[in-house]
């Protein structure tokens, strides 16, 4: 059986929105185990545990996520040929974007694992829906690819 250069593609393209599946996943449920976690007590084993949910789903799961689908994503623009395609810039910096709120995931996540976090459970019930947007927003770019 031979390979050609599409082959390749297509496997890039199916591992890249797996990839992406995972990392929504998880940015869904981390903001939605915050809210949980504010009505907890510090010190508490619900609290612990909470710590422990958010640090494993963080590192096993969303982290490597999310780095799968920005090498893949980059190999599949390469391969491609979209480095000139005006959705893409937009698509891109929407993908930086949802990378920050990655970031600002890592500092919750380390903020209730030291007993600092500040936030009520409204505030995690919002922030749960910033993914939406973004993921919207990316969809309808790498879909319709309106420009």
């Known amino acids: ?8 593609y297509l496997w890039l393209k199916a591992l890249h929105v797996i ?3 995972a990392w929504m996943s998880g ?4 903001p939605r185990l915050f809210v949980y976690h504010c009505e907890t007590t510090p010190g508490a084993p619900d609290y612990q545990r909470f710590c ?4 494993r789903l963080l590192k096993l799961i969303t982290t490597p996520a999310m780095i799968v689908v920005w090498i893949a994503g980059l190999v599949l623009v390469w391969l491609g040929g979209w480095s000139d395609a005006g959705w893409l810039d937009v698509k891109l910096v929407l993908v930086l974007g949802l990378s920050g709120v990655h970031g600002v995931n890592v500092r919750f996540v380390r903020e ?3 007993e600092r976090n500040q936030r009520s459970a409204r505030f995690f019930r ?3 829906e910033v993914p939406t947007l973004f993921l919207i927003a990316i969809v309808i770019l790498a879909v319709v690819k309106p420009f």
Do not use: G, K, P, Q
């Not at 422990?52 to 640090?55: A, D, F, K, P, W």
């Open 1 to 8: 059986m031979t390979f050609h250069l599409t082959d390749y």
């Open 19 to 21: 990839a992406v599946i």
């Open 27 to 30: 940015m869904f449920y981390l």
């Open 52 to 55: 422990v949910m958010e640090r």
């Open 112 to 114: 209730f694992a030291n």
């Open 126 to 128: 919002l922030w749960n």
